[in-house]
């Protein structure tokens, strides 16, 4: 009851036997495997085609980093349970494994964004390296990008950004109207 065939609850834990009396398995765990599978067929089904380019390089390798984070949750799974039982008395304990905060998460993939590594094609054509001489390689941890993000600030001729100088900003605002964006830190 409650089922989806296609998105369906953590079975691993089912077949677990915990000491009885204190709680019992029920509830429905987080299935993080089941993303990892999904997502692997999702994402990297179009990638595997042609992977001589460097921008299905980058794709493929930062896929498997997000992956490595998702491993890392499924590590990271917290037991929570809840008490059934008559005017609040605990009789059965029902307990299931749940997913960290979705804060915690998002705060491992912003550092892992903050530290990406720049990388240019190697001459195989099926692989990359650091763009400096001077950095370390990725490892299978770390994001990585091949192009720079542009600069909206200043103004740019061969895009047409005409840059934020001189545009009005929103002194109390903290989105991207707020002075801190609009004027990008320039006060």
């Given at each position: 009851m409650g089922q989806l065939v296609e998105c369906s609850c953590d079975k691993f834990w089912d077949n677990i036997k915990f000491p009885q009396g204190e709680w019992e398995w029920g509830g429905c765990s987080d299935n993080v495997n089941f993303g990892l599978r999904h997502s692997r067929a999702f994402l990297d089904a179009k990638q595997r085609q042609r992977r001589s380019d460097l921008g299905t390089l980058v794709k493929l390798h930062?896929?498997?980093?997000?992956?490595?984070?998702?491993?890392?949750?499924?590590?990271?799974?917290?037991?929570?349970?809840?008490?059934?039982?008559?005017?609040?008395?605990?009789?059965?304990?029902?307990?299931?494994?749940?997913?960290?905060?979705?804060?915690?998460?998002?705060?491992?993939?912003?550092?892992?964004?903050?530290?990406?590594?720049k990388v240019a094609p190697r001459k195989d054509g099926n692989s990359f390296m650091p763009e400096s001489p001077h950095a370390k390689p990725a490892n299978k941890y770390q994001l990585v990008y091949a192009d720079d993000s542009p600069d909206f600030c200043t103004p740019n001729a061969k895009t047409g950004a005409l840059g934020t100088q001189d545009r009005e900003c929103n002194a109390t605002s903290m989105g991207q109207d707020g002075c801190e964006q609009l004027c990008c830190r320039r006060g």
């Amino acid at each position: 009851m409650g089922q989806l065939v296609e998105c369906s609850c953590d079975k691993f834990w089912d077949n677990i036997k915990f000491p009885q009396g204190e709680w019992e398995w029920g509830g429905c765990s987080d299935n993080v495997n089941f993303g990892l599978r999904h997502s692997r067929a999702f994402l990297d089904a179009k990638q595997r085609q042609r992977r001589s380019d460097l921008g299905t390089l980058v794709k493929l390798h930062n896929n498997n980093a997000g992956r490595l984070v998702s491993r890392a949750v499924r590590d990271a799974m917290r037991l929570e349970c809840k008490c059934h039982g008559l005017s609040g008395s605990c009789t059965v304990k029902t307990c299931w494994l749940k997913m960290p905060p979705f804060r915690e998460i998002s705060a491992r993939l912003r550092d892992r964004y903050d530290t990406a590594r720049k990388v240019a094609p190697r001459k195989d054509g099926n692989s990359f390296m650091p763009e400096s001489p001077h950095a370390k390689p990725a490892n299978k941890y770390q994001l990585v990008y091949a192009d720079d993000s542009p600069d909206f600030c200043t103004p740019n001729a061969k895009t047409g950004a005409l840059g934020t100088q001189d545009r009005e900003c929103n002194a109390t605002s903290m989105g991207q109207d707020g002075c801190e964006q609009l004027c990008c830190r320039r006060g």
